[in-house]
């Protein structure tokens, strides 16, 4: 099992920036990539960013130059710098862990929610 706790979520202006965190722990073996998903009310969550462990990122098109995964392994931790805040980033965020047997996002966090006032 995975454990995963989100941090540094909050309420920002317009243009603002936000880091969150993710401290992972448990079988850190048995993951591969990890990630940062978001969900507003009433919709699916959907991808943000995820970073392999070899450090190959990928991203969301709406979030694309703003925002920058990283990654930690030797501390077990996942980043997410949100820059350029916009009102349409406001959502709950929650970092994601890839299982290396299933090759699905199985390890999930409790969630942060991040508020961009207009």
């Known amino acids: 099992q995975v454990q995963l706790v989100e941090s540094g979520g909050g309420l920002v202006q317009t243009g603002g920036s936000l880091r969150l965190s993710c401290s992972a722990s448990?079988?850190?073996?048995?993951?591969?990539?990890m990630g940062w998903f978001r969900q507003t009310p009433g919709n699916k969550r959907e991808l943000v960013a995820t970073?392999?462990?070899?450090?190959?990122?990928k991203y969301a098109d709406s979030v694309r130059g703003r925002f920058a995964i990283s990654r930690d392994n030797t501390k077990n931790m996942v980043y997410l710098q949100m820059d350029s805040l916009k009102p349409d980033d406001t959502a709950e965020y929650y970092c994601?862990?890839?299982?290396?047997?299933?090759?699905?996002?199985?390890?999930w966090g409790q969630g942060t929610q991040v508020t961009v006032s207009s």
């Open positions: 448990g079988s850190m073996f048995s993951i591969n990539a």
């Open positions: 994601a862990a890839e299982s290396s047997s299933t090759w699905r996002y199985d390890y």
């Open positions: 970073i392999t462990l070899g450090g190959i990122t």
